[in-house]
């Protein structure tokens, strides 16, 4: 059996939860998981260091007993995030803890090392690596990652500027292992989509903010819920590299959203960030297109379900049944 299918046999649906820098935590990971979609969460979601440590035990041992309970049930595998770029100073210590809990998946972002992805193989683990363009593919594979998420333009956060359908479509031409597609997508006939141009999975974030579960503001998931695409606005300034941010919360933090300088991506961190008028992700909000599809606060588990409605009315709609949620 392919990862590709090994990975889907566990879905209810053929999605990944994205990390979420501060918004994610074990309240989400779990519900996303035990709703049949992979969870995931950054690393350095968890500070101090030993509480990786705390969530990895909590989580492991929450969904562990989910499927004792009900054997039967898609309860999906959770992924860590892992930031490789060199400001993050905590890289070595979050790699094992994630070695001594076996993580089942791993994402790595923003570079790619080997010596990461042997320690992910050394337990059976599985490397998916981000990418927004096909020089950094054709990087991530050469240095051992398993699969790829292909992060297109409208994706929220650390985004690229290409459209899905050339993106897919070049990585297809070389590689036909595990293709998770973000970008925009908060529906399940999007869904089916991302299938259809031959990824695997679709990769989900902002769509996930307002969640009851998820660990952001009041105020962040309101204006999540309140925004279209219109108001998001494509920015290095605030960490050095392009990003989607919501316009509104960038002129709460009193910036002119159509009139900002670019950053330096010299100045790239992953420290606390202290010091700064205006944080990433703390005071300026981070989006991606796909909020116009997004109407209400609820449940990671009812948005699910809402996911899978809607996932096989696009099925039904196309003659296609409810097949296998691969190919």
């Excluded at 979609?37 to 350095?44: D, E, Q, R």
């Excluded at 990003?243 to 992953?270: E, W």
Aim: with cysteine.
């Amino acid at each position: 059996m392919t990862i590709t299918a090994s990975l889907a046999n566990q879905l209810s649906i053929p999605v990944i939860g994205s990390p979420l820098f501060i918004i994610s935590n074990p309240d989400l990971v779990i519900a996303q998981c035990k709703a049949g979609v992979i969870g995931s969460f950054p690393s350095l979601n968890a500070r101090p260091i030993e509480q990786l440590d705390e969530w990895l035990t909590r989580i492991n041992a929450e969904l562990a007993a989910a499927r004792a309970a009900d054997p039967k049930a898609k309860i999906a595998p959770y992924a860590v995030n892992l930031i490789v770029h060199k400001s993050n100073v905590r890289i070595e210590e979050d790699l094992a803890l994630c070695v001594k809990h076996k993580v089942p998946v791993v994402i790595t972002s923003l570079g790619a090392r080997p010596e990461v992805n042997d320690a992910i193989h050394s337990y059976g683990g599985i490397v998916l690596h981000d990418i927004i363009n096909i020089v950094f593919a054709h990087k991530a594979l050469e240095k051992g990652a398993d699969g790829l998420i292909a992060v297109a333009a409208g994706a929220g956060g650390h985004a690229g500027t290409l459209s899905p359908f050339a993106l897919i479509s070049e990585i297809r031409q070389f590689f036909d292992g595990p293709l998770a597609l973000s970008g925009s997508i908060s529906k399940g006939e999007q869904v089916l989509a991302a299938q259809a141009m031959g990824a695997d999975f679709a990769y989900i974030g902002s769509a996930f903010i307002p969640t009851h579960e998820a660990r952001a503001v009041d105020a962040y998931k309101d204006m999540i819920v309140e925004s279209a695409a219109k108001d998001i606005i494509y920015s290095s300034l605030f960490t050095g590299v392009s990003g989607n941010y919501l316009a509104p919360s960038i002129a709460k933090a009193g910036m002119d959203p159509n009139n900002l300088p670019d950053g330096d991506k010299a100045q790239m961190s992953f420290a606390s960030s202290e010091g700064s008028k205006a944080k990433a992700w703390k005071d300026v909000w981070g989006a991606g297109q796909g909020v116009g599809g997004v109407h209400k606060r609820m449940g990671a588990g009812e948005y699910v379900a809402q996911l899978k409605r809607e996932y096989e009315a696009a099925r039904a709609k196309l003659g296609l049944g409810a097949a296998g949620l691969v190919g």
